[in-house]
């Protein structure tokens, strides 16, 4: 092969290697970090107090130190006030007040529950259960798990106190956490795109003052979006815009540091450092005390974690306690250590470049001529700069908005709306007497429904047709509340919830039955959703890549084989990765491998039909489709009945929750009513094929239509004379 040969076929194959690779590597980190991170958390260390004195506050605090696996870092505390300081500022996740031990500052707090733990008059039999929801939701619900059995022990009941409610508005915390993404999305993206988009805007001197107006521009929209839309976020207006600025320009100048080492693959780093490592050790979805402890060291380093502690002390705490100084100076240093890295590459680049006496006026940092055009000439004279900041800016702006909007809006109030639970009686009447009383006072938070058969309540709760059940007792017996942890530990924490409620109020003892438990290995039961988003993005992200770097694998004949075999590869690739590596996933294995390569090459084939038209714009519909509408409706992360109508309606109709549920049903409901959601993908896959057959027969014919009216490519179409000899030979 002669060497003039060689070089298109090796062009060739390292474009097809980057199709390929660059999406392998995402979802493989993506799912690894993720999965690893949060498919079990357990606590360790979560610093916790007991507040009393004497023998039973002393044995309490060794209980709790001498559990198995370290769960908690006990203190002994003389002071409610000083609990409720630490609680403040962070320094403990929660504190179990014994009776008959706060001291007399607390008993003028005793009637407003916030000192005296015997002002309920109970003789001293019941101890306070302090917690802060504002530092963290589910960080409260560890703590309840370690503190009450710790009460129980000396048969004492436990009154639950928040030093620091979470707003009505914001009941998960939510709008801290997409508050912080955002702003990290609006910095790497950016300058992702104008690193590629204009090259030329990536020289300091330009970058700075565009970056520090986009910083502008994009934290006004975030917290636009957050607060006077959606209203998950409230007042601190102008500290909130300078942490989302701060955050925003860190993030970018980050980003223009690592453009500097890896050139176009710089997002990989970027997204990795900024996303997937970043999200578990923001301590904002999960307890940072529950996460590996390598999370428990990123959570003081990485921008996401400071960006959410800081404005978790404005918004949530005033900005006292912990406070947001520290976090902020963590933002700082990253964009002052950026900024000086990313001069001192480009002064060495400059100092190389000028060694070399090549005359070429090639910029050493941005890789163009002197005159600030690519070094190749311009076929065309280039837009107004205003209008290509406008341009370039437009992609990442829509992201955001998207993502910030959607998703904000979709899981930031998780209340229950008509969530449809049973109520079981012995006889009808009494059955639907007491569900005409519980409708009554829980309104139309609850679809209930009054069931004669506790058999029958399982079998709805199996076939998931209801959430749970109460089954009310007979004499002398405790009621039993009825759930299944496998349809989502949301709604179950719902159901245990409330029905343990209306019991206590009722002095009716209780008993939990768990229908479907979580296994040990999906603690959380939130594998199904890691997997679905690993298998979408395989999807959508290669076919996104190959609009740009290989668009002759477009044509249909091409593109079924190509993604037929990209879909099992990478089902294959994630269920190795999650299960046998990692070990969230055990057994179904063909059943996982067949739901992950039919999830795959359906999103490829749909973001196919968009790329067509887009090229690599189709990422923002697709992602839109399947992601940012996708993750609040599937069931996965949030209820679905704790999340608006709207996107309960779209549950039965995208392919991310059609894939999450049909997991979750293989794994703990024995496929069960799995068809139907298969029958959505299939829907979604056959549309797709239709589609990309006939605008691949369209461009054909249209193409053909093109070159007969065209003489001159009828000429250039006639081969040579001799050529047909020569091709022979």
């Known amino acids: 092969m002669s060497e003039a040969g060689a070089t298109p076929r090796a062009a060739k194959a390292a474009r097809y290697g980057f199709v390929f690779a660059f999406p392998f590597v995402m979802v493989m980190l993506l799912v690894g970090i993720y999965v690893s991170a949060m498919h079990a958390p357990q606590p360790h260390d979560l610093p916790v107090a007991v507040v009393g004195s004497g023998a039973q506050a002393e044995r309490s605090v060794a209980a709790l130190d001498a559990a198995d696996g370290s769960p908690a870092d006990a203190r002994l505390l003389r002071s409610v006030d000083e609990a409720k300081r630490q609680l403040h500022d962070r320094e403990i996740a929660g504190a179990l007040v014994l009776p008959n031990n706060s001291d007399s500052s607390d008993s003028s707090d005793s009637s407003d529950n916030s000192g005296n733990p015997d002002s309920d008059g109970n003789g001293g039999t019941t101890a306070q259960l302090w917690t802060a929801q504002a530092a963290g939701a589910s960080q409260t619900m560890t703590v309840s798990q370690l503190l009450t059995p710790v009460a129980a022990a000396s048969h004492l009941t436990v009154e639950a106190h928040d030093v620091a409610p979470l707003p009505q508005d914001d009941q998960s915390g939510m709008g801290v956490l997409y508050l912080s993404v955002g702003a990290m999305l609006a910095g790497y993206m950016a300058v992702t795109v104008a690193s590629s988009g204009m090259p030329r805007l990536m020289r300091l001197k330009k970058l700075v003052p565009v970056l520090a107006g986009w910083s502008a521009l994009m934290s006004v929209v975030i917290w636009t979006l957050a607060g006077p839309v959606i209203g998950a976020v409230s007042g601190h207006a102008p500290e909130v815009l300078g942490t989302a600025f701060l955050g925003i320009f860190a993030v970018g100048l980050t980003q223009a540091f690592l453009t500097r080492l890896f050139g176009p693959i710089a997002v990989i780093p970027g997204i990795t450092l900024f996303m997937f490592l970043g999200v578990p050790a923001s301590n904002l979805a999960l307890s940072i005390h529950t996460m590996p402890g390598f999370f428990g060291f990123l959570h003081h380093v990485l921008p996401l974690p400071a960006v959410g502690e800081a404005l978790r002390a404005i918004v949530y705490f005033d900005g006292d306690g912990d406070g947001a100084g520290v976090h902020l100076l963590t933002l700082g240093i990253w964009a002052l250590a950026a900024l000086l890295l990313t001069a001192g590459v480009d002064l060495l680049k400059r100092r190389k470049a000028e060694g070399r006496t090549d005359g070429t006026g ?49 899981m930031h109030k998780p209340l229950p709306r008509d969530l449809p639970v049973a109520v079981v009686a012995d006889s009808a009447q009494a059955a639907e007497q007491t569900a005409q009383g519980l409708e009554k006072s829980l309104g139309s938070s609850f679809d209930i429904r009054p069931l004669t058969s506790a058999d029958e309540a399982k079998r709805q709760i199996r076939d998931r047709g209801i959430a749970g059940a109460y089954v009310l007792p007979a004499p002398g017996e405790k009621a039993q509340i009825l759930s299944a942890g496998g349809a989502g530990m949301s709604q179950q924490q719902v159901v245990q919830r409330t029905f343990g409620q209306i019991a206590a109020q009722q002095g009716v003892r209780t008993e939990n039955v768990d229908l479907a438990p979580l296994p040990a290995h999906d603690g959380m039961g939130t594998v199904t959703l890691y997997l679905a988003i690993g298998f979408t993005m395989s999807g959508f992200i290669v076919v996104t890549i190959m609009s740009a770097a290989a668009r002759e694998l477009l044509r249909v004949r091409r593109l079924l084989p190509v993604l037929a075999g990209w879909a099992v590869l990478m089902a294959t690739a994630v269920w190795l990765l999650a299960g046998p590596v990692i070990g969230a996933l055990h057994g179904h294995a063909w059943q996982i491998l067949g739901l992950g390569a039919l999830m795959v090459f359906t999103v490829s084939l749909v973001t196919a039909v968009f790329a067509r038209f887009l090229g690599p714009l189709a990422v923002i519909p697709v992602v839109t489709l399947m992601m940012f509408l996708g993750v609040p409706a599937s069931n996965g992360g949030v209820a679905l009945h704790m999340v608006p109508g709207f996107f309960q309606a779209l549950h039965g109709v995208l392919p991310l929750p059609a894939v999450v549920e049909s997991i979750r049903s293989v794994l703990y409901f024995g496929a069960d009513g799995i068809g139907g959601h298969l029958g959505t993908l299939a829907l979604w896959g056959g549309a797709a094929l239709v589609l990309n057959v006939a605008l691949d027969l369209f461009q054909h014919r249209r193409d053909r239509d093109k070159d007969l009216t065209d003489p001159a490519a009828l000429v250039a179409a006639e081969p040579a004379p001799g050529a047909n000899a020569e091709a022979l030979r």
């Open 362 to 410: 090639t910029d050493a940092a941005t890789g163009e001529d002197a005159a600030g055009t690519p070094g190749a000439p311009a076929a065309r004279k280039a837009p107004h700069p205003a209008v290509q900041y406008v341009m370039l800016g437009a992609f990442p702006f829509l992201m955001v908005v998207l993502m910030v909007g959607l998703m904000l809006s979709g």
